[in-house]
């Protein structure tokens, strides 16, 4: 009963077969290999965007910062929501990565950025001249980290308001296919149709081993991504092992696929979660990932079950007044079987499996 997060799932045994038929004999490294020339190909087909850069590297974090140190430059900043991952999650990443550029954090309700808190920030921007940091880049995360979704028209809304600012717009997607799948919209639909720029297309947590790519729509920043991934360790030698694994993923929809099953385990999760009496989302759920308030005696019954997964603060003891709310996180991946959700419903309800 693990729901700790989609990345502590296993990787799809086609993207482990992919691998194994990867690894027949020899090819040329550093890409010029065809496994990377397909992958590159599958990815630009996807996105509808022939012209694309694309990169793949080992990290989401190393995704997220190469994308935004094309994008900004280091008297530059970021808008971002406050509760973002290259905010809060990435040990300052992206602020290495782009030599300095600094993060701007925006209100977010429920983990969505408030157009009316960018506009804000854009102004003083402005206001404070060559004594403050410049408009850099707006980097937005779909699914959002607080499992939310923003709808087609609002990522076109804020994409606007960064166009009429000059500036580009990254797309922070590690849970990418969770989001498309979710809306029923294109890859396309969701980025550079809406104005996205530059997105980091995740694939860990949804059943790769360990790949991310990089796909910026603006042809001028291939040749410098090329450069920083080198230049940052992030350039593989061995990169067919990494487009393997990226052809797979996209091949035949395998990619929305586990992202549909991953939603569907989390909605039923989302149920089990309201069947408990006081048990109430914090946030509307969108994709594979909820946060929930329970009573501290039914974390206490799922811990003791075996059920892993992050409350907080993470140091809330779980000895204590049955009632209290304590907020917790659950994730749901592509392999989430239905009986461990009855499992964990159970256990949180206080009833037999
Ligand atoms: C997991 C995640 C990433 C990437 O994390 P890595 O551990 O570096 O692969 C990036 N953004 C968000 C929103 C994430 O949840």
Redesign the pocket.
Known sequence: MNFASD?AGPAHPRVMEALARAGEGYAMPYGNDPVTADAVGAIRDLFEAPEAEVAFVG????A?ALALSCLVRPFETVYCSSMA?IEE??CNAPEFFTGGAKMTLLHAPDGLIDPAAFAAALAATRDRGVHGAQAGALSI?QIT?RGTAYSLAEIGRLADMARDAGIPVHL?G??FANACAALGCTAAEMTWKAGVDAV?F?G??NGCLGV?AVVMFRPEHGRELALRRKRSGHLWSKQRYLSAQMSAYVEDGLWLEMAGAANAACARLAEAVRAVPSGRLAHAPAGNMIYADLPRAAHRRAMAAGAQYYIYPSDTPLDGPDDTPIRCRLVCDWSKPLSEIERIAAAWEGRKA
């Not at 990290?59 to 190393?62: D, E, Q, S, V, Y």
């Open positions: 990345n990290t989401g974090t190393a997220n991952h999650d990435e995360t980290e922070d590690a849970r980091s995740g860990t947590k991310e």
